[in-house]
C-alpha cells in the first residue's frame, strides 16, 4: 500500500527529530517544538474494539483498556499530550479516577513524558520494565517518574479480569515493551498485540563501540530477540507505540465510513511491520559491518 510507505518516509524524518530531541537539553526543547506538533496534532477519541479505546494524538498513541473494576491506561505521550489524553478519556465518559495503572512502552519523551502528569490526574499505579526504570527515575529528557512496581520479562497486570503481558522487546530501549491481551467483541476473543517499538533511530549504533553514546552493549542481539518475540506472538488486533506503524490515520478514517469492518483487525499487518522494521534493522547492521 503506497500510503504506507509515505507514512513510513514520513515517520522516519520524524524519528530523526526525536533523535535530536532527545540528545538536547531540556531547556532547549521549545526550538524543536514545531516538529513535535505534527506527532502530536488533537483529535477525536473513539472506540477500537472490545474494552480498548483510542486516547492519543495524531501519531503519538495512547489507549484505554476499560475493566468493571478499574482501567488500564498505556503510554502518556509527550508532556503535552497528557492534556489531550485527560480530555479524550473523559470526552468517552470515562473518569481520571477510575484509571488504575499506567503502563508504558518504552522510556522515550514521546511515550513516558506525559506519565507524570498522568498519575498526578488519576492516582494510578505506575508499572514499568526493569530495563527501563532508571531512565525513567531519572528525569534526563522527561518529568522524573518513578515506577511504583518494577517488572520484568513475561509479568503481568491484572484488573477487573482483564490481563496485560509484558514483553521484553529490547533492542530501541533496554526496557522495551510490548503489551498483549484479549479482548472481546461480538462474542468473540481476539489476541491484541500493542508493538513497543522495533525501530533503530538513526543515532543508533548496533555493533559494541566507544563512541556508541546513545546505545548499549548487547543492543544487537537484543534487536533480534525483539524481532523473535514479535513473530512469536498471536496477533488478531495490531497496535502500536506510533500510529505510522500500523496506519492508525488510514484504518480510522477505514472504520468511520465502514463501521460494520473493523479494520484494526489485521494479522497480515502486523505480519508486514516486523518485515519492515527487521529489514530496516539488517539493513542498518549490514551497513556497520561494511564500516559505512
Ligand atoms: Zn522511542
Request: with cysteine; proline share 6%; net charge negative.
Amino acid at each position: 500500500m503506497s500510503s504506507n510507505t509515505l507514512s513510513l518516509a514520513g515517520a522516519q524524518r520524524l524519528f530523526c527529530i526525536l533523535t535530536i530531541w532527545l540528545m538536547i537539553p531540556l531547556a532547549a526543547h521549545a526550538q524543536a517544538g514545531d516538529a513535535m506538533k505534527a506527532l502530536n496534532q488533537p483529535g477525536p477519541p473513539f472506540h477500537i474494539i472490545g474494552n480498548i479505546y483510542y486516547v492519543g494524538a495524531s501519531d503519538i498513541t495512547s489507549y484505554l483498556i476499560v475493566t468493571p473494576e478499574g482501567d488500564i491506561l498505556l503510554d502518556g505521550g509527550f508532556v503535552e499530550t497528557a492534556p489531550q489524553i485527560e480530555a479524550n478519556i473523559q470526552t468517552l465518559g470515562f473518569r481520571l479516577a477510575d484509571v488504575k495503572f499506567l503502563l508504558n512502552t518504552h522510556a522515550h519523551l514521546d511515550h513516558a513524558g506525559g506519565i507524570a502528569e498522568m498519575r498526578r490526574a488519576t492516582g494510578a499505579k505506575f508499572v514499568a520494565m526493569d530495563g527501563d526504570a532508571p531512565v525513567l527515575s531519572s528525569g534526563t529528557s522527561f518529568p522524573v517518574v518513578v515506577p511504583d512496581r518494577v517488572i520484568h520479562d513475561s509479568d503481568t497486570v491484572t484488573v477487573g479480569g482483564v490481563t496485560m503481558t509484558a514483553h521484553l522487546t529490547p533492542g530501541h530501549t533496554p526496557g522495551c515493551t510490548t503489551w498483549t491481551m484479549v479482548t472481546q467483541d461480538g462474542g468473540r476473543p481476539y489476541n491484541v498485540v500493542f508493538v513497543g517499538s522495533a525501530t533503530v533511530l538513526p543515532n543508533y549504533k548496533l555493533i559494541d563501540r566507544a563512541d556508541a553514546k546513545a546505545t548499549y552493549p548487547g543492543i544487537e542481539s537484543d534487536y533480534e530477540k525483539t524481532f523473535r518475540v514479535l513473530k512469536s506472538l498471536p496477533c488478531d488486533v495490531f497496535l502500536a507505540a506510533h500510529g505510522t506503524f500500523y496506519s492508525l490515520t488510514q484504518k480510522r478514517e477505514a472504520m468511520s465510513k465502514n463501521p460494520t469492518q473493523n479494520p484494526f483487525i489485521d494479522p497480515a499487518g502486523y505480519q508486514a511491520y516486523i518485515v519492515r522494521a527487521e529489514t530496516v534493522f539488517q539493513t542498518e547492521l549490514q551497513k556497520e559491518r561494511a564500516g559505512q
